[in-house]
C-alpha cells in the first residue's frame, strides 16, 4: 500500500491505521514535509520514504519500495473500511478483474455533501473511472504492463484506471472508503465541486494539465 504525503501530519495516521492488516506494508512517499508527517507515519508503523513533490511521482517511488502481489494507493485525508484487505484479496480471485476501488463517502454527513456523493456515485456507475479518493488498487503485473503509474501534473488516477480497463474489468467494491470534506468545507461545497468537473472537461478537451494544476493549486 503507498499514501503520498505532503504536510498531512494531523491526517496520516489515521490512514495508517485503518489500514492496519495482517500482511498489509504501508509505505509513505512523502514529498517534502515541513510538519511532522514523517515521524507520526514511521511511529504509526508505516515505512517511509523521500520522494520529488507531486503525487503521481510519490506514488510511483512508493511502488518500487513494495513487494506484494496487489497495490493500493490511499490518499492521506482517506479510511479504508473494516475487513478492507479480505474484500480486495476476494475480488482478485476473480482473474478478469485487473483492479479496483471502494465506494465514496464523506466523513460529513450534512445534506449539500450527500449530494456530492450521489453525483459522485452516478458519475461513476456511468463511466466506471473512479478517483483517487476511493483508494484504487491494481494488480502488480497489471501496473507493470501498463508502464506504473501516469506521471502527469493532475488526474493521474483517472488515467491509471483507464490504462487498467485496457487490461481487464475495474470493479467497485460495496464498501466505503471515508474521505474527509476539509477541502469542499475551506473552498466552499459549490465551488469545490464546480471546480472538480471543469478541471475534467478542460483536461478531457485538451487543455495543457500543468496549466490546470496552476489553477486548482491557486
Not at 520529488?52 to 497495490?71: F, H, K, N, W
Not at 480471485?93 to 471502494?102: I, K, L, N, P, R
Not at 454527513?109 to 459522485?120: N, T
Not at 475551506?186 to 494544476?213: N, Q, Y
Request: charged letters at 30%.
Amino acid at each position: 500500500m503507498v499514501i503520498p504525503t505532503l504536510d498531512e501530519a494531523e491526517r496520516v495516521v489515521g490512514a495508517i491505521e485503518s489500514a492496519a492488516a495482517p500482511g498489509v506494508d504501508v509505505v509513505v512517499a512523502d514529498g517534502g514535509s515541513s510538519d511532522d508527517t514523517r515521524t507520526r507515519a514511521a511511529a504509526a508503523g508505516a515505512r517511509v520514504v523521500d520522494s520529488e513533490v507531486g503525487r503521481a511521482r510519490q506514488l510511483a517511488r512508493g511502488v518500487r519500495e513494495t513487494q506484494s502481489d496487489a497495490i493500493l494507493f490511499l490518499h492521506a485525508d482517506t479510511r479504508l473500511p473494516l475487513g478492507f484487505d479480505a474484500a480486495v484479496r476476494a475480488c482478485l480471485e476473480d482473474s478478469g478483474v485487473v483492479g479496483g476501488a471502494f465506494r465514496f463517502r464523506f466523513d460529513d454527513r450534512s445534506l449539500a455533501l450527500r449530494l456530492v456523493e450521489w453525483g459522485a456515485r452516478l458519475r461513476v456507475a456511468l463511466s466506471n473511472l473512479p478517483y483517487g479518493d476511493r483508494a484504487i488498487f491494481v494488480r502488480r503485473s497489471v501496473l507493470e504492463r501498463i508502464g506504473g503509474v501516469p506521471q502527469v501534473p493532475l488526474m493521474e488516477d483517472l488515467d491509471l484506471v483507464k490504462a487498467m480497463r485496457r487490461h481487464g474489468r475495474v470493479a467497485i467494491l460495496p464498501l466505503h472508503a471515508t474521505t474527509s470534506a476539509r477541502r469542499f468545507r475551506r473552498a466552499g461545497i459549490l465551488r469545490t465541486a464546480l471546480r472538480h468537473r471543469l478541471v475534467v472537461i478542460a483536461a478531457s478537451l485538451g487543455v495543457d494539465r500543468e496549466r490546470l494544476a496552476a489553477w486548482v493549486r491557486r
